[in-house]
T-cell receptor
């Protein structure tokens, strides 16, 4: 069964403390992996698409990487405004399978 | 500005009533989707449509219905047959084919009492 698991469920960091969020997946045919950011009570906002192992994408303090079994979202020197839930989704056979998300809290 | 709009933002209904959630996009996307989001769970697909006048059931279609009469619009009706309708509903759209990223609306929070 296709499955996407995100860890940890929640992560509290001090401002400036770098860390990584994990998205592990088991799918029959990976066509792409997507990262989104979601603020409370709002729709998810698209961040990155990764298509193949070894690929990396960067945007400001965020960097996404992909291997054959998992993806990491690295956050460098985070600020309080980076606090949000980060969602991972995998395109398998033309449908997205979603993880439950990691809630990231950055304390000033 | 291109984007997806959903209305209303909050919706309250009594049990036994059908309710329709609106979704409109001006991104010229062929594909549109409806998801349900519950606390602690990933997004679950209710229905999707890849072209006008055609739509497919997702993983949790029971108790829901949709129509796709125009490219820009994909309304979702939550019927009285849906056993647990209180949730946050998200509409999304994307270019057909893919894999392409989906773009989301702001969501509608439905509360049924």
């Amino acid at each position: 069964e296709d499955q996407v698991t995100q860890s940890p469920e929640a992560l509290r960091l001090q401002e400036g403390e770098s860390s990584s969020l994990n998205c592990s997946y088991t799918v029959s045919g990976l066509r792409g992996l997507f990262w989104y950011r979601q603020d409370p009570g709002k729709g998810p906002e698209f961040l990155f698409t990764l298509y193949s192992a070894g690929e990396e994408k960067e945007k400001e303090r965020l960097k996404a990487t992909l291997t054959k079994k998992e993806s990491f979202l690295h956050i460098t020197a985070p600020k309080p405004e980076d606090s949000a839930t980060y969602l991972c989704a995998v395109d398998s056979n033309y449908q997205l399978i979603w993880g439950a998300g990691t809630k990231l809290i950055i304390k000033p | 500005d291109g984007g997806i709009t959903q209305s209303p933002k909050y919706l309250f209904r009594k049990e036994g009533q059908n309710v329709t959630l609106s979704c409109e996009q001006n991104l010229n996307h062929d594909a549109m989707y409806w998801y349900r989001q519950d606390p602690g769970q990933g997004l679950r697909l209710i229905y999707y449509s890849q072209i006008v006048n055609d739509f497919q059931k997702g993983d949790i279609a029971e108790g829901y219905s949709v129509s796709r009469e125009k490219k820009e619009s994909f309304p979702l009706t939550v019927t009285s047959a849906q056993k647990n309708p209180t949730a946050f509903y998200l509409c999304a759209s994307s270019t057909q084919g893919g894999p392409y990223e989906q773009y989301f609306g702001p969501g509608t929070r439905l509360t049924v009492t």
